[in-house]
């Protein structure tokens, strides 16, 4: 399986192209119309593997959810340790994007920034425009600190904005691919 761990608005719908194109069987936010966040966090509860929905997936490209209160997960930023552990021969990508454009991003997607300091109040407790990009970061230096203790595990970090795609060929064959898709692509920013 490939699992990316990045912010939604960091290229999640761009890798769903790629991995759909390339014949792998990818969800991207939702499974069989199930927000997989939910279907994670249900399973998180039952004290299930965290991806035991997830046996025909090849990749999950975003697995967050932040619809209401009730409705409202990060497993990427909570239980990536517990993720890894139960998945170890997967390929990990940390999709990474500049923070500020993350918040961009995110300001104009429906106020994703409002929705996910109302909904997820425990992610940090600075709500403002510094305390999203402290979070981003912050995750940002989790991951890669967690996986540099981690040599033999498949991981790749994967800058969006600065990134060729031939560093996904590490662990993934990226066949007739020369560059990295464009999707949801703003007229003011290049990814989002």
């Given at each position: 399986m490939i699992i990316l761990l990045g912010f939604p608005?960091?290229?999640?719908?761009?890798?769903?192209?790629?991995?759909?194109?390339?014949?792998?069987?990818?969800y991207h936010w939702k499974k069989n119309d199930k927000f997989i966040g939910?279907?994670?966090?249900?399973n998180k509860i039952n004290k299930k593997p965290l991806?035991?929905?997830f046996s025909d997936t090849d990749v999950i490209t975003q697995m967050d959810v932040c619809i209401d209160k009730s409705c409202s997960y990060w497993p990427?930023?909570?239980?990536?340790?517990q993720i890894y552990e139960e998945n170890r021969n997967s390929v990990f990508?940390?999709?990474?994007?500049?923070p500020e454009s993350i918040l961009e991003s995110f300001k104009r997607w429906n106020r994703y920034d409002q929705r996910l300091y109302q909904y997820s109040p425990e992610l940090m407790e600075n709500k403002t425009d510094q305390g999203f990009i402290d979070l981003v970061n912050?995750?940002?230096?989790?991951?890669?600190?967690?996986?540099?203790?981690?040599?033999?595990?498949?991981?790749?970090?994967y800058d969006i904005?600065?990134?060729?795609?031939?560093?996904?060929?590490?662990?993934?064959?990226?066949?007739?691919?020369?560059?990295?898709?464009?999707?949801?692509?703003?007229?003011?920013?290049l990814i989002v």
């Amino acid at each position: 399986m490939i699992i990316l761990l990045g912010f939604p608005k960091s290229g999640t719908s761009s890798f769903q192209k790629l991995f759909s194109d390339l014949g792998y069987n990818s969800y991207h936010w939702k499974k069989n119309d199930k927000f997989i966040g939910s279907m994670i966090y249900n399973n998180k509860i039952n004290k299930k593997p965290l991806l035991n929905d997830f046996s025909d997936t090849d990749v999950i490209t975003q697995m967050d959810v932040c619809i209401d209160k009730s409705c409202s997960y990060w497993p990427q930023l909570v239980d990536y340790r517990q993720i890894y552990e139960e998945n170890r021969n997967s390929v990990f990508i940390l999709n990474k994007r500049n923070p500020e454009s993350i918040l961009e991003s995110f300001k104009r997607w429906n106020r994703y920034d409002q929705r996910l300091y109302q909904y997820s109040p425990e992610l940090m407790e600075n709500k403002t425009d510094q305390g999203f990009i402290d979070l981003v970061n912050h995750h940002y230096n989790n991951i890669e600190t967690f996986f540099s203790n981690h040599p033999d595990a498949k991981f790749i970090i994967y800058d969006i904005e600065t990134d060729n795609l031939e560093k996904l060929n590490k662990f993934i064959d990226i066949k007739h691919y020369k560059e990295f898709p464009r999707e949801n692509v703003n007229k003011d920013t290049l990814i989002v």
